[in-house]
């Protein structure tokens, strides 16, 4: 990684700060540009982990679904695929259900594997 480049995990850190702000406050355009503005650097930065790979699907969840007033971003982690309620989106669900079950099976890989 070049010297002076934050890292994913560094990015995220930049992100849930950015979005915690949005959930404590009113979700003002400029705090919701920020979190897009820190995801777009996420994207752009190749995965090298399994916790990478799961903190990049946790954004993207959080874009496809509706977290509550106030919950964190670990909580997406709870989210689940195919089961309706308050996050999953009525209209094209699929994204979100895709996205959580790779998520799922990424984190199944990583236990087995030890490497996470």
Known sequence: MAEGRKSIAGLYRDFDAAHSAVQEEAETGGNVAVCR??????????????????????????????????E??????????????????????EQFDCLCSLRDDLLRLAA???TR
């Open 37 to 70: 503005k820190i995801a777009a650097g996420i994207v752009k930065l190749p995965a090298e982990t399994i916790d990478e790979m799961v903190l990049k699907i946790r954004i993207a969840l959080r874009g496809a679904g509706a977290p509550r007033s106030g």
């Open 72 to 93: 964190t971003l670990a909580r997406i982690d709870g989210w689940k695929a195919g089961e309706p309620g308050d996050h999953r989106p009525e209209y094209e669900p």
């Open 112 to 114: 087995g594997s030890g």
